[in-house]
């Protein structure tokens, strides 16, 4: 049977890939194709409107998330990923007939209830299928899917410059359409079995063990400390093309692919280098993750700032290469360290609150970062943002020393630091 064949926790993986390049690249096309758009939808103009149409879609996904995790840990996370992905796909396909601001608003808001379903359900499915000396690598591999939509979202500009942006719409959505029949016939299940047996043949309630959860101090380090972070992640997402396209004086059509491709190429490098570190380092140290994931978003800090300062090629492709590797080995760690601390049970109820927290930060975030573009103030909140992160890459340090590599499935045999 396919579902037990050696190979199939990795093909889980490329076909997750594919999914989560869907994920960033449907949401991520509408922030390059802003000057496309704008000449049928007027209210696009006023960048303070687009950072409320971005920041919708934020603020709904984050309310979604934890409910997604509930969700995820106690349904079938196929079907969720399969039912997610048609749906977000099709409202991809149906922007492309919007014909005012209102509308593009209410799809953004509906895409965020189906998007928000995806991350959960497939993080917390990755890790069933790996553990121990493959977790990071393949978190890590999964999230250059995301990645990689963002830098293709990039080109949103160009294709609509080539044909129209109804028709790249169009088109995106209909391939996610087509790849959710894919899933149904190759995607399969799995969980623990401490997960599939009830403890003394009672059911397993949809909110069970979210209070033990919430009374866990580790995890709401974990919460802060993914959260923070956030703020220059959506950041980065949503505005560094209009960043580009400012200091450098060039269209957005250049902007848009120069500033993704190079987040994306550089946080490929980073999610496998500290996919590989971090499993490599947790088989001797159990801080292993903590030490890999706080090096990976201490190089954001002068990222951030060069990001923030610069005016030249050189220093902004130079400093987004050093955001995008650190973020990258960042985001590799986020679910295996949360796995050092919370059983597989809830694993993905504890990634939706901080996917939620997450979010959140984004839609802070990318509001204010569209009132600082038509203040003409948005390289110097860039810059700022460096001094939240330091002060999360010192909350990691001083706060998380886990006692296991895989809560409640291994005991703690490694040496502490």
């Excluded at 000057?35 to 950072?51: C, K, M, R, V, Y």
């Excluded at 309310?63 to 399969?82: E, Q, V, Y």
Aim: charged share 10%.
């Amino acid at each position: 049977m396919m579902k037990n064949a050696r190979y199939y926790p990795w093909l889980v993986v490329a076909l997750l890939w594919l999914v989560a390049l869907l994920n960033y690249l449907d949401r991520q096309m509408l922030s390059t194709m802003r000057p496309a758009i704008q000449i049928d939808i007027h209210e696009l103009e006023s960048a303070t409107n687009f950072g409320r149409l971005m920041a919708v879609f934020l603020w709904i996904y984050g309310l979604m998330s934890p409910l997604s995790g509930l969700a995820a840990d106690r349904f079938n996370r196929k079907w969720l990923i399969t039912g997610s992905l048609f749906v977000w796909s099709a409202v991809t396909l149906l922007m492309g007939y919007a014909g005012d601001f209102w509308q593009l608003y209410a799809l953004r808001a509906v895409m965020g209830v189906s998007e928000a379903l995806y991350i959960p359900a497939a993080l917390s499915m990755i890790a069933d299928y790996h553990t121990g000396k493959t977790r990071s690598l393949a978190v890590g591999i999964h999230m250059t899917g995301l990645y990689m939509g963002q830098a293709l979202g990039g080109f949103g500009a160009t294709i609509a410059a080539v044909a129209s942006w109804q028709a790249t719409f169009h088109w995106f959505g209909l391939i996610g359409i087509a790849y959710a029949i894919v899933l149904m016939a190759f995607l399969r299940e799995k969980r623990p079995e401490m997960q599939t047996t009830p403890i003394s043949g009672q059911r397993n309630p949809l909110f069970g063990g979210l209070k033990g959860l919430l009374g866990l101090l580790p995890f709401w380090v974990i919460f802060l400390y993914f959260s923070i972070p956030s703020i220059p992640g959506w950041a980065i997402k949503n505005w560094l093309p209009t960043l580009f396209s400012g200091s450098l004086g060039v269209p957005m059509s250049e902007a848009g692919p120069l500033a993704t491709i190079t987040i994306a190429a550089s946080s490929l490098i980073g999610v496998v280098a500290g996919g590989m570190l971090s499993d490599r380092w947790v088989q001797h140290n159990l801080r292993g993750r903590v030490y890999t994931s706080a090096i990976g978003l201490s190089l954001t800090i002068p990222a951030l700032l060069f990001l923030g300062l610069g005016n030249s090629v050189f220093f902004l492709v130079a400093a987004a290469f050093f955001f995008g590797a650190g973020f990258g080995m960042f985001d590799a760690n986020n679910m295996p360290i949360l796995c050092q601390f919370v059983s597989p049970r809830n694993r993905a109820t504890a990634y939706g609150i901080m996917n939620m927290g997450g979010v959140f930060s984004g839609a802070l975030i990318t509001g204010w970062l569209g009132r600082s573009t038509d203040a003409g103030n948005l390289g110097r909140d860039f810059a700022l943002m460096s001094v939240i992160i330091l002060a999360a890459v010192i909350l990691l340090l001083v706060t998380l020393k886990p006692k296991s590599r895989d809560f409640q499935d291994e005991p703690a045999n490694a040496s502490n630091p």
